[in-house]
């Protein structure tokens, strides 16, 4: 194979075959994060990752593809919608204080197995056109800046929420890559001078009007997303503060939630999806059509107090197979406890606290005897 040009034939096979496997969308990208890598370094050393300490252990490898899988050369992206199509309300739910709030993602089954199964899927039917070849599938499981990647890739630009946008797609897709030696870019001059052809390049170059999003950006001047986060979290255009925000504090954080920031929380206990729903570009995103990602166990339209009586063993068979295993049914509590707290005051909410005022963990006791003093006397944090 030639490495200078770009093998524009086995691209376009390898992208009628991720479409084939039911991803929506698949691009190429080189390795080259110069950039990213500085905006990383900034990010780290103003502390916005929080307890998040695997994110400085990684160093470089997160930024240098090659240094995480040896022989990188390319990275193979794709995207995948995950948003269901018959799920309860979102903003409905949202305003309903009573009802608990997962982020969308989490609804359904757990989109990594999913996803890399798939992804080794097109791996394995690429080494029958290509040959064997290195490479490793990624979906959110190692140190990979995919956004980054997914927009040198031509799938979308980075927002100023830091999620991945597409013009014409929004933003409810999950990501998953391939790290390759298949040298399937070619390069036109030299990395110092940034002149790597891009998939994204390559695609404008044949049609600039393609649709593909643009490292660049479409978010013009709009800040719907800055304005709309509860906590305050994305505290400048395109830089987000982990600490301050709901999906890192009630799925990363393993210690108590700061209490100046519990009742911006509201009644989200799983992630938050408000800078996207707000977005102006979702008003074009398009539903799943996988039916692995449509809600389980009523998870979109639960009352609180339902979950907050889940025990331990209730929680483990409900969250089978699914994201929300990970955090543990401590920190599950944990957060419905907030959510109690944040709940208009009524003999249900408080009897489903005093249930677990004497809970074994020290943590759940803490953030029940917070939630009973809203209900007390209505003190009410301030961000």
Same mark, same amino acid.
Request: glycine share 8%; net charge negative.
């Given at each position: 194979?030639?490495?200078?040009?770009?093998?524009?034939?086995?691209?376009?096979?390898?992208?009628?075959?991720?479409?084939?496997?039911?991803?929506?969308?698949?691009?190429?990208?080189?390795?080259?994060?110069?950039?990213?890598?500085?905006?990383?370094?900034?990010?780290?050393?103003?502390?916005?990752?929080?307890?998040?300490?695997?994110?400085?252990?990684?160093?470089?490898?997160?930024?240098?593809?090659?240094?995480?899988?040896?022989?990188?050369?390319?990275?193979?992206?794709?995207?995948?919608?995950?948003?269901?199509?018959?799920?309860?309300?979102?903003?409905?739910?949202?305003?309903?204080?009573?009802?608990?709030?997962?982020?969308?993602?989490?609804?359904?089954?757990?989109?990594?197995?999913?996803?890399?199964?798939?992804?080794?899927?097109?791996?394995?039917?690429?080494?029958?056109?290509?040959?064997?070849?290195?490479?490793?599938?990624?979906?959110?499981?190692?140190?990979?800046?995919?956004?980054?990647?997914?927009?040198?890739?031509?799938?979308?630009?980075?927002?100023?929420?830091?999620?991945?946008?597409?013009?014409?797609?929004?933003?409810?897709?999950?990501?998953?890559?391939?790290?390759?030696?298949?040298?399937?870019?070619?390069?036109?001059?030299?990395?110092?001078?940034?002149?790597?052809?891009?998939?994204?390049?390559?695609?404008?170059?044949?049609?600039?009007?393609?649709?593909?999003?643009?490292?660049?950006?479409?978010?013009?001047?709009?800040?719907?997303?800055?304005?709309?986060?509860?906590?305050?979290?994305?505290?400048?255009?395109?830089?987000?503060?982990?600490?301050?925000?709901?999906?890192?504090?009630?799925?990363?954080?393993?210690?108590?939630?700061?209490?100046?920031?519990?009742?911006?929380?509201?009644?989200?206990?799983?992630?938050?999806?408000?800078?996207?729903? @707000?977005?102006?570009? +979702?008003?074009? %995103?398009?539903?799943?059509?996988? &039916?692995?990602? =449509?809600? !389980?166990?009523?998870?979109? $339209?639960?009352?609180?107090?339902?979950?907050?009586?889940?025990?331990?063993?209730?929680?483990?068979?409900?969250?089978?197979?699914?994201?929300?295993?990970?955090?543990?049914?401590?920190?599950?509590?944990?957060?419905?406890? @907030?959510?109690?707290? +944040?709940?208009? %005051?009524?003999?249900?909410?408080? &009897?489903?606290? =005093?249930? !677990?005022?004497?809970?074994? $963990?020290?943590?759940?006791?803490?953030?029940?005897?917070?939630?009973?003093?809203?209900?007390?006397?209505?003190?009410?944090?301030?961000?």
């Amino acid at each position: 194979m030639n490495s200078t040009v770009a093998n524009t034939p086995l691209i376009a096979e390898i992208k009628d075959l991720a479409l084939q496997l039911g991803f929506q969308d698949c691009g190429i990208s080189h390795v080259n994060l110069e950039k990213d890598e500085k905006h990383l370094q900034q990010w780290l050393g103003d502390g916005f990752h929080g307890d998040m300490d695997y994110m400085e252990r990684h160093g470089t490898k997160r930024s240098r593809p090659a240094e995480l899988e040896t022989g990188t050369v390319s990275v193979i992206c794709v995207r995948m919608d995950y948003f269901p199509e018959h799920a309860a309300n979102a903003e409905q739910i949202l305003h309903e204080p009573t009802l608990a709030y997962v982020s969308r993602y989490a609804l359904g089954r757990d989109y990594h197995k999913l996803m890399r199964k798939r992804l080794q899927q097109l791996a394995n039917q690429l080494a029958l056109k290509a040959g064997e070849f290195g490479h490793r599938v990624f979906v959110d499981s190692a140190p990979v800046l995919e956004k980054a990647l997914a927009r040198n890739a031509g799938l979308g630009w980075i927002g100023k929420h830091s999620n991945l946008l597409h013009q014409s797609h929004g933003s409810w897709f999950f990501l998953g890559e391939i790290y390759t030696d298949l040298p399937l870019l070619g390069t036109m001059g030299t990395l110092g001078n940034e002149s790597i052809e891009t998939d994204a390049t390559v695609a404008t170059a044949a049609n600039p009007s393609a649709g593909k999003g643009s490292s660049n950006g479409h978010c013009g001047t709009c800040t719907a997303c800055i304005d709309a986060c509860p906590t305050q979290a994305i505290v400048a255009p395109y830089r987000v503060d982990a600490r301050r925000c709901i999906s890192y504090l009630t799925i990363e954080l393993r210690s108590s939630i700061p209490e100046h920031l519990r009742k911006a929380m509201g009644n989200r206990i799983y992630g938050c999806d408000d800078c996207q729903l @707000v977005c102006p570009f +979702n008003k074009f %995103s398009d539903n799943t059509s996988e &039916a692995d990602f =449509e809600p !389980r166990h009523e998870l979109d $339209s639960t009352k609180l107090e339902s979950l907050f009586a889940w025990s331990e063993a209730t929680f483990l068979d409900k969250t089978a197979g699914s994201a929300i295993r990970r955090i543990g049914y401590e920190c599950w509590l944990r957060n419905i406890a @907030v959510a109690l707290g +944040n709940a208009p %005051s009524n003999f249900s909410v408080i &009897a489903a606290l =005093e249930a !677990r005022r004497d809970d074994p $963990s020290a943590l759940v006791r803490e953030h029940v005897a917070w939630a009973l003093q809203q209900h007390t006397d209505g003190v009410s944090g301030t961000l």
